[in-house]
């Protein structure tokens, strides 16, 4: 009788003790997969942040760069270089690392057009796709996804802003603002907005900024990083195309 006893309080014992450590076991499980799905979107979205940021605020930094030094604008590529590729080597920084070196690219190509060539609008394509060879090789050999597709989508968006450019007829404007000094481009931009105001100019501004957007939600829909830097790119032209319209309105 009391062996019965001491045994059914041994054996009621250790089966609390092992629904204590499954459920312990499982809390931790559940614990780990939380952190996990976290850390992924939070990642996610600092990929995103980081390369809408990349497109949007470097631009206010060299555009007055490329028109004293562009020299040094120039040389400044393989400083972003150099870091992108030092940031490539650890584990821990290697998603920066990639970034950086996309963003070298679009940055050697800013150096470059507006430095010296900013006069001819014609070139400025050209000129922007001068990474792209080496984008799309990368993208083929499953390399430097999130560098290359951040590429790709700045391209993309200058792409669509000078399609509106040649479509609203603001080219012959931009050739004469790049001609004259800052100080004489007031009428022109005045004119420039004018144009802009016309029917014509706003649903054209509908239609950019509706393809940019469904291009960046679209891509910014899908879970890999790579294409979290490819939507900020995007999505970023919008936010640098309406600070330049404004500041143009108000010149």
């Given at each position: 009788m009391l062996n019965n006893i001491f045994f059914s309080a041994a054996a009621s014992g250790l089966l609390c003790q092992s629904e204590q450590f499954f459920l312990s076991h499982e809390n931790r499980i559940i614990v780990n997969y939380l952190k996990a799905v976290w850390y992924a979107k939070r990642q996610a979205w600092l990929v995103f942040a980081a390369a809408s940021f990349l497109v949007s605020v470097p631009v206010f930094v060299q555009a007055p760069l490329v028109r004293q030094l562009p020299l040094l604008s120039l040389v400044m590529t393989f400083a972003w270089l150099w870091w992108g590729l030092t940031l490539l080597k650890e584990p821990a920084t290697r998603i920066w690392g990639d970034?950086?070196?996309?963003?070298?690219?679009?940055?050697?190509?800013?150096?470059?057009?507006?430095?010296?060539?900013?006069?001819?609008?014609?070139?400025?394509?050209?000129?922007?796709?001068?990474?792209?060879?080496?984008?799309?090789?990368?993208?083929?050999?499953?390399?430097?996804?999130?560098?290359?597709?951040?590429?790709?989508?700045?391209?993309?968006?200058?792409?669509?802003?000078?399609?509106?450019?040649?479509?609203?007829?603001?080219?012959?404007?931009?050739?004469?603002?790049?001609?004259?000094?800052?100080?004489?481009?007031?009428?022109?931009?005045?004119?420039?907005?004018?144009?802009?105001?016309?029917?014509?100019?706003?649903?054209c501004s509908i239609v950019l900024i509706v393809t940019l957007l469904v291009i960046g939600l679209w891509s910014l829909g899908k879970k890999q990083l790579h294409w979290?830097?490819?939507?900020?790119?995007?999505l970023s032209t919008i936010l640098v195309d309406t600070i330049f319209w404004i500041a143009a309105s108000l010149a």
């Open positions: 970034l950086l070196l996309g963003f070298s690219w679009s940055w050697l190509a800013g150096s470059i057009y507006w430095g010296w060539l900013r006069w001819e609008p014609l070139v400025h394509l050209p000129v922007e796709a001068i990474g792209l060879p080496f984008a799309v090789w990368g993208l083929w050999c499953g390399w430097g996804k999130i560098g290359n597709l951040f590429y790709l989508g700045s391209f993309v968006g200058t792409v669509v802003t000078d399609v509106y450019f040649y479509l609203t007829d603001l080219i012959p404007y931009w050739r004469q603002v790049m001609q004259v000094d800052s100080a004489l481009a007031k009428p022109i931009l005045q004119s420039a907005i004018a144009q802009v105001k016309t029917p014509w100019g706003i649903n979290k830097a490819f939507s900020g790119a995007v």
